[in-house]
């Protein structure tokens, strides 16, 4: 089972939207509305930012929004702010003998 | 307070074996799925394995043989086994919760163990 394929980095300016693509296949991704997304700052835990492709767990910005089209899903970053500078990983359910699987990850700049 | 405390960073040398805890408090620990998530130096998240409600487990294929995930109820304390260590074990484990009703996401993360494997 491969990861899930994300760019490298992403960078945008204060108070512009960045999307972060997450795509797989139908195993995982495309297969299943079981798509999350987790904050991590540098030597922090992961933190649950989107569940279920698009929903939001109380308490995190509604900037962050989640969106998912055939195998790819997005992440959607509104109003960029200097404390959203972090990496981010996709995770998906999949139908392969590994139930769960995360993306490569993604730095945001906040430039 | 809802969280996972885990136990402090280890050194092990190559082939000895590893035992990380993680104690959950502010929930009922039994109702929910419990996972090993483990991220080796400047890479990315793998998930190791899972511990279900009833205490049926399940393992990542590349590491099946060589960890074993267990609880304790009593404490409500989660442990991962890890053995035959080997350099590329070097990384730090996370234990996460599973949102209720087997969701398939991670709303609760330990702040994780670093495991260093060196002679």
């Known amino acids: 089972q491969s990861a899930l394929t994300q760019p490298a980095s992403v960078s945008g300016s204060p108070g512009q939207s960045i999307t972060i693509s997450c795509t797989g296949t139908s195993s995982d991704v495309g297969g299943y509305n079981y798509v999350s997304w987790y904050q991590q700052h540098p030597g922090k835990a992961p933190k649950l930012m989107i569940y279920d492709v698009s929903n939001r767990p109380s308490g995190v910005s509604n900037r962050f929004s989640g969106s998912k089209s055939g195998d790819t899903a997005s992440l959607i970053i509104s109003g960029l702010q200097a404390e959203d500078e972090a990496d981010y990983y996709c995770s998906s359910y999949t139908s392969s003998a590994l139930p769960y699987v995360f993306g490569t990850g993604t730095k945001v700049t906040v430039l | 307070q809802v969280q996972l405390v885990q136990s402090g960073a280890e050194v092990k040398k190559p082939g000895a074996s590893v035992k990380v805890s993680c104690k959950a408090s502010g929930y009922t620990f039994t109702s929910y799925y419990m996972h090993w998530v483990r991220q080796a130096p400047g890479q990315g998240l793998e998930w190791m394995g899972q511990i279900d409600p009833s205490g049926g487990t399940y393992y990542a294929q590349k590491l099946q043989g060589r960890v074993t995930v267990t609880r304790d109820t009593s404490t409500s304390t989660l442990y991962m086994d890890l053995s035959s260590l080997r350099s590329e074990d070097t990384a730090v484990y996370y234990c996460?919760?599973?949102?209720?009703?087997?969701?398939?996401?991670?709303?609760?993360w330990g702040r994780g163990t670093l495991v260093t494997v060196s002679s």
């Open positions: 996460a919760r599973e949102g209720i009703g087997a969701t398939k996401y991670f709303d609760l």
